[in-house]
């Protein structure tokens, strides 16, 4: 996996660990390794596989997920795993390291416009059940709206402001 993917590639190893769900955890340990291309397409493949076959991730599967989100430096990799997380059914004890990791990327200056976008998704998804977080995802929010010209970031924080006066 260190070479160059295509999306079709990407969808064969989906296919491929799919047919032998034992190898997941494998994939989701390649997310960690040192040759960026390799952890890159892991990645990929996990956000892929997960789309299209939830059922073979595990809760412990989605605490490493959800670990890999908070601790990797990779932007790439990060979104990718937000992705899963943003997908993926919450768990009862809500984490709570990865909801203020995710107000604090929303936040960042120097975090992707991705990063960003599908941290105030997860968090609006977040506050739907603890409805005493929305204030504060409001707030940041209008932050942005106030100090961002990304169209990209703008245009899911008006998302995110309109879904949330319906929550609230």
């Not at 064969?12 to 390794?33: G, H």
């Not at 998704?121 to 995802?137: A, G, I, N, Q, S």
Request: charged share 25%.
């Amino acid at each position: 996996m260190s070479k160059t993917l295509s999306r079709k590639e990407i969808d064969f190893l989906v296919e491929m660990v799919a047919s032998d769900p034992q190898r997941l955890p494998e994939l989701v340990n390649l997310v960690a390794a040192e040759n960026q291309q390799t952890a890159w397409h892991a990645a990929w493949g996990i956000e892929k596989l997960f789309a299209k076959y939830p059922e073979l991730f595990s809760m412990q599967l989605l605490n490493t997920i959800t670990d890999i989100a908070i601790r990797t430096e990779k932007e790439g990799i990060r979104r990718l795993m937000l992705c899963v997380l943003n997908r993926a059914d919450l768990p009862d004890d809500l984490p709570v390291e990865l909801i203020n990791r995710a107000f604090e990327w929303i936040l960042a200056e120097n975090s992707a416009i991705a990063v960003r976008a599908v941290s105030m998704h997860y968090l609006l998804r977040v506050c739907r059940r603890e409805p005493d977080l929305l204030p504060e995802l409001q707030l940041c929010v209008s932050h942005l709206l106030e100090n961002t010209e990304s169209p990209g970031i703008r245009s899911v924080a008006r998302k995110v402001m309109k879904a949330g006066r319906s929550t609230s």
